[in-house]
């Protein structure tokens, strides 16, 4: 595994980007892809997914966005300036298995949203 490098600016953008999802939950933001197309996006109900893993509640997570697990994944990657395994060749894959399922993922939920079987 490589040293992280620009430490001090990596911590500084996640604790913006905690600081901006937590504004959004406390104000009931709402996506605004969502807000334009009335169609769901692959971030919708991460925030609650968050909110209820933080509860451990995980089956309330995974129902509202099951990949909300692949935020801390791809912040390890970012991390490390995504090259968080030693061969370049395993990086490539992982993101793009993690990138693939995100779209499956994305598929699904936005199939029972056509259904009406999805609740925003």
């Given at each position: 595994m490589r040293k992280p490098t620009h430490l001090a600016l990596k911590l500084a953008l996640f604790s913006l980007f905690i600081v901006l999802a937590g504004m959004a939950v406390l104000l009931q933001y709402q996506c605004p892809i969502l807000k334009l197309t009335g169609f769901i996006c692959p971030g919708c109900g991460m925030s609650r997914a968050w909110l209820a893993a933080l509860r451990l509640d995980f089956s309330q997570a995974l129902y509202y966005n099951p990949m909300f697990w692949s935020i801390?994944?791809?912040m390890l990657f970012a991390l490390y300036d995504f090259n968080l395994f030693r061969k370049r060749l395993f990086n490539v894959l992982t993101l793009c298995l993690l990138g693939v399922v995100v779209m499956a993922s994305y598929i699904v939920r936005l199939s029972a949203f056509w259904?009406?079987?999805?609740i925003i």
């Open positions: 801390p994944v791809l259904h009406g079987d999805y």
